[in-house]
């Protein structure tokens, strides 16, 4: 979906999808080099390039100021998607942020509370799930999440995941 998304955004380009493991969790993640020139145009439109782990980003204020519901319902599919997770009985986000001065939430995960309750879902967090070390430093790792079958319903109805997550919250409500 994110390739495709640059592709209708930027124009027709060649790229792979690459598939790689993490040294550390052992877990596949996946990598798609972009042109350099996406990169040009989204730092000159206010984007800080870099890790966002590190980083800890502020977020794009017209984000904050979505009226639209489509609009919504698309950056949460694309967030829930990439960083997202169906529990047996939750929705979750989690993103995790350098401890640099001050330990707190990623500013990205406090836009996606927002964001879910403009839908009027109701949304538990953020709270803090761990921490850890990598190589840059103490990493803190905070998550939103949705418990309440009622709110599960609420997201289920406003916002259609990947199919395997998607089939997860059927599952869920209507077994």
Not at 30 to 37: D, Q, R, Y
């Amino acid at each position: 979906e994110f390739l495709k998304d640059a592709q209708r955004l930027f124009g027709r380009f060649n790229r792979e999808i690459k598939s790689r493991i993490s040294k550390l969790s052992k877990r596949e993640y996946f990598v798609i080099n972009l042109p350099t020139v996406i990169g040009v145009i989204l730092i000159s439109i206010g984007y800080t390039s870099g890790d966002k782990t590190k980083n800890n980003l502020e977020t794009f204020k017209f984000l904050g100021s979505i009226k639209s519901n489509i609009l919504i319902r698309e950056y949460l599919k694309k967030a829930f998607n990439d960083d997202g997770y169906v529990g047996e009985r939750c929705i979750g986000l989690a993103q995790a942020s350098l401890i640099k001065d001050k330990e707190k939430p990623a500013n990205i995960l406090i836009l996606d509370k927002i964001l879910l309750e403009k839908l009027g879902i109701k949304v538990h967090g953020p709270m803090l799930r761990k921490r850890y070390q990598n190589r840059h430093g103490l990493c803190s790792v905070y998550g939103i999440s949705i418990s309440s079958k009622k709110e599960i319903k609420k997201f289920y109805d406003n916002i259609r995941l990947t199919d395997y997550k998607q089939k997860k919250i059927e599952s869920y409500l209507f077994n």
